[in-house]
């Protein structure tokens, strides 16, 4: 297999550049830009690991994404029949963001865990490393700080989402006060919320802005999706894309091979050649991933004529903070009228129509995709860390994955679990061991992530700071806490029936 034929030289590259880097006094060197290269190339790497463990680590991840990318499982209605050809990317994504039967949705949710849950081996402490490339020895608890601030508004959206559960599956399924069954919320893995829009947004009758029919009413192709990004970014002065761009990408899923259908971007680091590949639909949530993707090939742009060792972002959070808040400018309304996708919702002086009720409901839209997220991204790499570190036993890696996740993100399995199953391998970025969480970009990793926040803030800070998010959810949040004001909690409440152990439950028979 190819892929693996060029990881193997990767690797081979890797480990012969860690021993030449290690055998110099890096840290005496008098340009600072070459230490800097020096440091990452002996620290931010695997590559130091015994040859063993090293390639241990490599083969394990290899085969991981082969079983991630070729699982298939049964549809529910024809599940007896062993027709099992359904894939993660677009099956069973678009199966549980439209379905409200919970017997299915429990059925897909079970079904592709059961698929690509194999057992892990375990390895030395690679959270370490994964933290270093953080260039701060306090980050782990600087990123405890910022979701301590952003958690009171994800317990006033999980309660809200809640009530409106209990209200379509009953109190049996979903407890007035407790977490919300994983398979429920309309993502297979409860990250992004968004396709509960139809169950919980309080004025549907006012305009949406999901812009999916209209895309398909005028016609649009992935094509010209992709086309239409590409002028957003021209438009602000930036790079179109290359030639080899429209050549190689793959922009619409092929037919006769397995793909990942995961949407990806691609820097083959020659200068020219950069590539997306996603299984591209026609619709508004694949339009705002477009853009999100475009955005890593942009920060490649932009950086390209930095060394080698730089060519990358300033920090493993950097490439996708940039592409969601791409994602947050080109999925607003206005921006949607201008480009003809959104239509009537200005009155003759230009301003915003039912300004309130609208802002809500948009507001609750972007909530339900960015805040819904965040705890998930912060579980994701909790988990990672704490493993790698062997703070936790190999043998209890589920038990703890789940406690996390009801800790900080209120979720709790639909049936027990064990530690026969691997939960964690739903998600490709752990499968993938991959990270979570202008002049500006074409610094690329020369300099470290807090002197690029204070060149971006002119000098007010060089930390991390949710003060922006929460001011941009002010005005939902606001909303949210009258909504909530009559819960006897905000919040979830957990008891020893709820801890995500080996003994988990499943949520019908939490009854109130």
Same mark, same amino acid.
């Given at each position: 297999?190819?892929?693996?034929?060029?990881?193997?030289?990767?690797?081979?590259?890797?480990?012969?550049?860690?021993?030449?880097?290690?055998?110099?006094? +890096?840290?005496?060197?008098?340009?600072?830009?070459?230490?800097?290269?020096?440091?990452?190339?002996?620290?931010?790497?695997?590559?130091?690991?015994?040859?063993?463990?090293?390639?241990?680590?490599?083969?394990?991840?290899?085969?991981?994404?082969?079983?991630?990318?070729?699982?298939?499982?049964?549809?529910?209605?024809?599940?007896?029949?062993?027709?099992?050809?359904?894939?993660?990317?677009?099956?069973?994504?678009?199966?549980?963001?439209?379905?409200?039967?919970?017997?299915?949705?429990?059925?897909?949710?079970?079904?592709?865990?059961?698929?690509?849950?194999?057992?892990?081996?375990?390895?030395?402490?690679?959270?370490?490393?994964?933290?270093?490339?953080?260039?701060?020895?306090?980050?782990?608890?600087?990123?405890?700080?910022?979701?301590?601030?952003?958690?009171?508004?994800?317990?006033?959206?999980?309660?809200?989402?809640?009530?409106?559960?209990?209200?379509?599956?009953?109190?049996?399924?979903?407890?007035?006060?407790?977490?919300?069954?994983?398979?429920?919320?309309?993502?297979?893995?409860?990250?992004? +919320?968004?396709?509960?829009?139809?169950?919980?947004?309080?004025?549907?009758?006012?305009?949406?802005?999901?812009?999916?029919?209209?895309?398909?009413?005028?016609?649009?192709?992935?094509?010209?999706?992709?086309?239409?990004?590409?002028?957003?970014?021209?438009?602000?002065?930036?790079?179109?894309?290359?030639?080899?761009?429209?050549?190689?990408?793959?922009?619409?899923?092929?037919?006769?091979?397995?793909?990942?259908?995961?949407?990806?971007?691609?820097?083959?680091?020659?200068?020219?050649?950069?590539?997306?590949?996603?299984?591209?639909?026609?619709?508004?949530?694949?339009?705002?991933?477009?853009?999100?993707?475009?955005?890593?090939?942009?920060?490649?742009?932009?950086?390209?004529?930095?060394?080698?060792?730089?060519?990358?972002?300033?920090?493993?959070?950097?490439?996708?903070?940039?592409?969601?808040?791409?994602?947050?400018?080109?999925?607003?309304?206005?921006?949607?009228?201008?480009?003809?996708?959104?239509?009537?919702?200005?009155?003759?002086?230009?301003?915003?129509?039912?300004?309130?009720?609208?802002?809500?409901?948009?507001?609750?839209?972007?909530?339900?995709?960015?805040?819904?997220?965040?705890?998930?991204?912060?579980?994701?790499?909790?988990?990672? +860390?704490?493993?790698?570190?062997?703070?936790?036993?190999?043998?209890?890696?589920?038990?703890?994955?789940?406690?996390?996740?009801?800790?900080?993100?209120?979720?709790?399995?639909?049936?027990?679990?064990?530690?026969?199953?691997?939960?964690?391998?739903?998600?490709?970025?752990?499968?993938?061991?991959?990270?979570?969480?202008?002049?500006?970009?074409?610094?690329?990793?020369?300099?470290?992530?807090?002197?690029?926040?204070?060149?971006?803030?002119?000098?007010?800070?060089?930390?991390?700071?949710?003060?922006?998010?929460?001011?941009?959810?002010?005005?939902?949040?606001?909303?949210?806490?009258?909504?909530?004001?009559?819960?006897?909690?905000?919040?979830?409440?957990?008891?020893?029936?709820?801890?995500?152990?080996?003994?988990?439950?499943?949520?019908?028979?939490?009854?109130?």
């Amino acid at each position: 297999m190819r892929i693996l034929e060029e990881q193997a030289l990767e690797s081979k590259l890797d480990r012969l550049s860690w021993r030449r880097a290690t055998s110099f006094t +890096w840290t005496r060197l008098p340009d600072s830009q070459t230490r800097r290269q020096l440091n990452m190339l002996v620290t931010q790497t695997r590559a130091g690991l015994p040859d063993n463990e090293f390639n241990e680590l490599q083969q394990v991840i290899s085969e991981m994404k082969d079983i991630y990318s070729r699982a298939r499982v049964c549809p529910y209605h024809n599940r007896m029949n062993n027709y099992c050809d359904l894939s993660l990317e677009p099956d069973l994504t678009r199966a549980l963001a439209h379905t409200r039967d919970y017997e299915e949705q429990l059925h897909l949710w079970k079904a592709w865990r059961d698929s690509v849950g194999p057992p892990i081996r375990s390895f030395r402490d690679a959270g370490q490393q994964e933290r270093s490339l953080y260039e701060d020895e306090e980050f782990e608890s600087h990123i405890d700080e910022v979701w301590a601030t952003v958690a009171p508004l994800y317990r006033q959206l999980h309660t809200y989402v809640r009530r409106r559960l209990i209200q379509q599956y009953g109190s049996q399924r979903v407890r007035p006060d407790g977490p919300i069954p994983a398979h429920l919320l309309g993502n297979m893995w409860a990250q992004n +919320w968004k396709n509960l829009a139809d169950i919980v947004l309080p004025y549907p009758g006012k305009q949406s802005v999901d812009v999916t029919p209209e895309m398909l009413r005028q016609g649009y192709t992935p094509l010209r999706m992709f086309q239409l990004a590409e002028e957003f970014y021209t438009s602000m002065g930036m790079n179109p894309m290359p030639p080899e761009f429209w050549h190689h990408s793959m922009l619409e899923k092929p037919l006769g091979r397995d793909v990942v259908c995961r949407a990806s971007a691609w820097d083959f680091c020659n200068h020219n050649d950069y590539r997306i590949k996603q299984c591209t639909e026609v619709t508004m949530e694949d339009l705002q991933t477009i853009h999100h993707e475009m955005a890593h090939i942009q920060y490649y742009l932009q950086y390209a004529n930095q060394p080698l060792l730089f060519r990358d972002g300033a920090n493993p959070g950097f490439h996708e903070a940039v592409g969601a808040m791409i994602e947050l400018s080109v999925i607003t309304p206005r921006h949607l009228q201008r480009i003809g996708l959104l239509n009537n919702i200005t009155d003759e002086y230009g301003e915003m129509t039912n300004t309130n009720e609208t802002n809500i409901n948009f507001l609750l839209t972007m909530a339900l995709d960015k805040v819904a997220y965040l705890p998930f991204a912060y579980v994701v790499d909790q988990w990672r +860390w704490r493993l790698f570190s062997e703070e936790w036993k190999v043998e209890e890696m589920n038990s703890r994955w789940w406690d996390l996740r009801m800790r900080h993100q209120g979720i709790i399995p639909p049936i027990p679990r064990s530690e026969n199953d691997f939960d964690p391998a739903a998600k490709y970025h752990v499968v993938a061991d991959m990270p979570y969480i202008s002049e500006i970009l074409s610094m690329g990793s020369s300099r470290s992530w807090s002197e690029i926040i204070h060149v971006m803030t002119k000098g007010r800070t060089d930390k991390l700071d949710s003060r922006p998010l929460l001011e941009y959810f002010q005005p939902l949040a606001m909303w949210l806490s009258v909504q909530n004001r009559d819960e006897k909690i905000v919040g979830w409440a957990t008891n020893n029936e709820d801890s995500a152990g080996l003994k988990v439950e499943a949520p019908h028979s939490h009854q109130t």
